[in-house]
């Protein structure tokens, strides 16, 4: 057993990314990580060193990862799913519970290298884009093109022929390029210096005319489980005006997500402490804010690993 932990422990960061890209949940992706050395551990007795210990933890993972997804919905995001407003009167639809959302993950759970690097292929704009693409064609994808596996090592792991690998990957990619820019680099990989601490200020203080100077005019603006989403500055901050920010509402902890600058949400209850609402992950092009992901879901504040609740006059935990 010793033995086992000190040849397959090390991997166990990177086999978290390559699960929560295929499932598009950390809830999941742990699951399948668990599932996966449990299933090695009791395989490596038998374990013949014809591939490296990581192409075989790699194998048992993706294996065990499509057979979970035989039965499980892919996880959207609400741009996934229709057409954005842009003006923020509409009427906002109901929470949707039923859909399997999209979920971000902590970069404190992955490899930090990985991810400085831009190597983690964990961008949410790109974990968004995999969930489109049929469970093989993602693996195949994610194994050939964030992982640099061979085309022939892709195809033992899958139980496959080279030639069906080439194929799903060609698939794959003029998939993922009618999805949109999705590449890392567009995303850029700083964020907490002035421009997140201006956000967290004007946020928390309702400015709605200093938001406006933080957002591009092109601004998007999404919140799983609701399904409407909003584009436009003019949309986004009117919506968050008029429907979200009220001065001292509200108590944003900075942290990483998915290789991203994000927000734990903390929303002050009648008590007068601040309870858990949800994660922000924000995208930053050019200096400026692109994309706000507002995952309204308490469950997922936990898994970064503060306090659930904050107390105090300054929310503090």
């Not at 992982?147 to 496959?160: K, P």
């Amino acid at each position: 057993m010793t033995d086992f932990a000190a040849r397959t422990e090390q991997f166990r960061p990177e086999l978290l990314a390559h699960c929560y890209r295929l499932l598009g949940s950390i809830h999941d992706a742990e699951d399948l990580v668990q599932e996966t050395y449990l299933r090695a551990w009791r395989a490596f007795g038998g374990f013949e060193g014809r591939s490296s210990v990581r192409r075989w933890l790699y194998k048992i993972a993706t294996t065990a990862c499509l057979t979970a997804l035989e039965t499980r919905a892919r996880r959207p995001l609400p741009s996934g799913l229709g057409a954005p407003a842009d003006d923020h009167r509409v009427a906002v639809a109901a929470a949707d519970p039923a859909v399997p959302w999209l979920q971000p993950i902590p970069d404190a759970l992955l490899d930090p290298a990985a991810v400085v690097a831009g190597r983690a292929g964990v961008r949410l704009a790109f974990v968004a884009a995999l969930q489109l693409l049929p469970a093989r064609q993602r693996a195949v994808l994610t194994l050939r093109d964030v992982l640099a596996f061979g085309t022939a090592e892709v195809a033992e792991m899958l139980g496959t022929t080279p030639a069906a690998v080439d194929s799903a990957l060609r698939r794959a990619r003029g998939r993922l390029a009618e999805a949109g820019p999705v590449q890392e680099d567009l995303a850029e990989p700083t964020g907490r210096g002035r421009l997140l601490d201006s956000y967290v200020e004007a946020f928390v203080r309702a400015d709605a005319g200093a938001l406006v100077t933080l957002l591009r005019a092109d601004v998007e603006l999404e919140m799983p489980p609701i399904p409407t989403w909003f584009t436009g500055r003019d949309a986004v901050v009117g919506f968050l005006s008029h429907r979200v920010l009220r001065p001292g509402a509200w108590r944003l902890v900075p942290t990483r997500a998915n290789g991203q600058p994000a927000l734990l949400e903390y929303e002050k209850a009648s008590d007068g402490r601040f309870a858990a609402h949800g994660v922000q992950v924000l995208t930053v092009v050019g200096g400026r804010i692109a994309r706000i992901t507002a995952f309204n879901d308490a469950t997922l504040v936990p898994v970064f690993g503060p306090a659930p609740t904050l107390t105090g006059e300054h929310g503090r935990p």
